[in-house]
């Protein structure tokens, strides 16, 4: 167990519609990611959050949002969901980095989400 | 650009048999992380290991072992004495200038018992 939560578990939906993931890091943890990991694009960086703002940003879709909550757990929100969103999603999270140094990124269990 | 490649798509031992998976990456920062993430069937990624570049020793965990070198811009790791639970997916994945973990395609390791 990482330590890292991620909810639901699953989620099935239709196209068209709006779904929000939930993540809440390990304790202490300040930098929330977010990964889609999909048959055809395997695994891709979405956007990281630290301490609440922006930190950086990947393949994330103008479709999707995200953000980082006062209490530090981070929400991924999907709209207009197309069929090809259907993926498994990644919460990670990771302590703030030493001076010089970095910390490694501990995953959730993901959210499968299914688009039919 | 970027770049991490994992050649081997799916690999099928016997138990106990040793094995490596491959590992290449392209970059063009003089600092960066490589990491090495074990997918079970379950889905969870599991952090396995972190090397920095300016760290070029070899590392042994138990069973694991991890050989870089930057001299070939690879990042291999072995399983001595494979296991079944050691089937799963392996990925090996590079941390960008942007503190962005650049993923290979993975390695799927069956071990047969």
């Known amino acids: 167990d990482s330590g890292v939560t991620q909810t639901p578990k699953h989620l099935i939906t239709a196209t068209g519609q709006r779904v929000t993931l939930r993540c809440s890091p390990r304790?202490?943890?300040?930098?929330v990611y977010w990964y889609q990991q999909s048959l055809d694009q395997g695994l891709q960086f979405l956007i990281q959050y630290y301490n609440g703002e922006e930190r950086a940003k990947g393949n994330i879709l103008e479709r999707f949002s995200a953000q980082q909550f006062p209490d530090l757990h981070s929400e991924l929100n999907l709209s207009s969901l197309e069929l090809g969103d259907s993926a498994l999603y990644f919460c990670?999270?990771?302590?703030?980095?030493?001076?010089?140094?970095?910390?490694?990124?501990?995953f959730g269990p993901g959210t499968r989400l299914t688009v039919l | 650009a970027q770049k991490v490649t994992q050649a081997q798509t799916e690999i099928s031992v016997v138990e106990k048999e040793d094995v490596t998976l491959d590992c290449v990456y392209e970059?063009?920062?003089?600092?960066?992380?490589l990491f090495w993430y074990k997918q079970p069937p379950s889905g969870e990624l599991v952090f396995l290991i972190r090397?920095?570049?300016?760290d070029e020793q070899n590392e042994i965990s138990g069973r694991y072992s991890w050989n870089f070198q930057k001299s070939t811009s690879s990042f291999n790791f072995t399983i001595t004495a494979s296991q079944v639970v050691d089937s799963a997916v392996y990925f090996c994945a590079l941390l960008d200038s942007n503190y962005q973990l650049i993923w290979g395609a993975g390695t799927k390791l069956i071990i047969k018992p």
């Open positions: 970059t063009r920062d003089t600092t960066y992380y």
């Open positions: 990670a999270s990771s302590p703030r980095p030493l001076a010089g140094l970095y910390n490694e990124q501990f």
């Open positions: 090397r920095n570049s300016f």
């Open positions: 304790s202490g943890d300040l930098s």
